[in-house]
């Protein structure tokens, strides 16, 4: 949280409009944040099936996700991966109603 917050700061600094923290979170922010033993007990397992599973997925994407940041091509099995683990965390997403609520909070 506190390293979202400061990159939000340093993104007002630079000129940019503030928006809520979530934009300002990588993926290894949220793996944390969501593994964490009160989150998951608390929040997301009810969302997920199991943490083994989401923690796999997102440092899957995590690790695809650095090439194409860099503009270094990714082969088409990769994007297949990609797609998929996505639609998979969607899909577990859309079976709650309730997760996108509260997302943007500050707390």
Known sequence: MNRAKGRRREAM???EAPLPLIHYT????LISVILRNDNWGELFEAVFDRSEWLKV???RLNANRR???HSRPIDPVQLCEIVFTIRRLVGWMER????GS??????
């Open 13 to 15: 600094r630079a000129g």
């Open 26 to 29: 990588d993926l290894g922010d």
């Open 67 to 69: 090439p194409t940041m």
């Open 102 to 107: 509260g997302w943007d909070s500050d707390f």
């Open 96 to 99: 709650d109603g309730e997760w």
């Open 57 to 59: 997925d997102l440092e």
